[in-house]
């Protein structure tokens, strides 16, 4: 994994504001199930020097509040680790 040296200001897939982005060319695992910090990640396949690869955008769940049924408590927990 890595960060993107040209990274977006907001998400290309969904347009809100993200925490961070990652890119990966090999073996990833998702889970967000009780995820205390993230509440979304988007995906984005891109092409970087010919390699297919995949952007990650994590959300917190402040972050995706907007278009999502985040508890107020994880969104609560999530702003007093910030």
């Known amino acids: 994994m890595r960060v993107p040296a040209d990274a977006p200001t907001t998400c290309p897939v969904c347009e809100h504001a993200y925490e961070s982005v990652s890119l990966h060319e090999t073996g990833l695992m998702i889970n967000l199930i009780e995820n205390m910090r993230f509440q979304r990640v988007c ?3 891109v092409l970087e020097s010919n390699t297919s690869m995949i952007r ?19 969104a609560a927990a999530i702003q007093a680790d910030e």
């Open 56 to 74: 990650f955008y994590h959300h917190t769940h402040t972050q995706a509040s907007g278009d999502t049924h985040a508890s107020d408590a994880a």
């Open 43 to 45: 995906f984005e396949p």
